[in-house]
């Protein structure tokens, strides 16, 4: 369900703003915190060669200032209800659906006040045993490897890539507060002025490549074909304009090798580290370096990140399967980019690791890997910490 249905047509907004669309489903990107924003951009060339898209303003946002919890009910609906209702119903405009999502809003906005957390985060104290312990840890070794290259620095656009963490997924629904979000609210310090987020839920570095992310409704950008392949024309089109480039990718990959209810690792997990390595060194960083590169100049920074492990409190002897993953990842970005060690940020290899409760949803109702708004948090100074800007 793309927007290929989509008919050109004028939204007023404030009486005197106008948002127009293309016919042949314009490049979407939409944005939440405690204000709403739907930031559209031209047509790249992604569905035809026509530029009608050429038609919207750049950038062009709505801007709405909603209660959080209102903006988390209107993330869901838009997310279950305007794409499908579009791709199903194609005579019915968007400013009609979008009105009839308005209507239900005070209403879900009311059921999810009711459903909000009432739980606060407390904080801990990292005691000096594990820090040294991380300190000496061969992954932090491998990373400070990593980041013995020349950084460019951030520019107009940062480009966000990889799965639902890119993406920013939580259980509750609240997408909007992932490590890309607070990322962005720091680089935006540095003079980036606009993010390009099209990291899509369950990815992997196969889908990555080819298409057909398993859960293509859970991004926020629309596209066609495969994120490579628009990650890539993006950097085209913004030539030398985009830095950094964020990638978390590889999880997805290794996920059917881990089997919790018993702790144990399949025999295919060296295979798949295998073909994540292959697919990152051979096809994914080769060639998102050579698109930031113009006459022979690099002009952005690719920044990796690696994972932390939900699971360590669980399955404390799978722990160092992690961390073999994740020294590849280091060492499949050396000569590419930097790594931004995630691992080590959520509390490193020991267990218990208390961080796993406050830093995602494993100790909650939801019992869910995916960080939490904190965890995010975490992981966005990781990645600042590794590009040092």
Known sequence: MYLAHWYRHKLPIDGDRLLRCSKHAPYLSLRYGDAWNITILPEYDFYSNEKEGNEVSIPHAIDLQLPSEYVRMLNFLLYLSLYSIQDVYPFLSYSAILTGILILFPAGGLLMLGMSRSYRYFVMPIILVLSLFMMLSPLSFTASHARNISLIGPKKYY???????????????????????????????????????????????????????????????????????????????????????TLDIGANDQQRDIKTSDCSVSSRFDSDLSKLDSNLTGIILPQLKAALTVNGKLTGDIVLMNYYDPYQNICPKMVSYMQKFNVHLATDVTGFGTIADVFNAFGGSGTPNPNICRFTWMCSFFHEIHATPRGYNVMATAVEKSTGY
Not at 202 to 223: D, Q
Request: with cysteine.
């Open 159 to 245: 480009l966000a890539l990889g799965d639902s963490l890119a993406f920013g997924y939580q259980p509750d629904f609240d997408f909007f507060q992932g490590y890309v979000d607070d990322f962005f609210s720091n680089l935006k310090r540095h003079g980036v002025e606009h993010l390009a987020n099209l990291g899509c839920f369950a990815e992997t570095s196969n889908t990555f490549i080819n298409g057909s992310c398993p859960v293509w409704y859970l991004r926020k950008s629309w596209y066609q074909g495969s994120q490579l392949k628009n990650a890539l024309d993006f950097l085209h089109h913004h030539s030398g304009q985009v830095s950094p480039v």
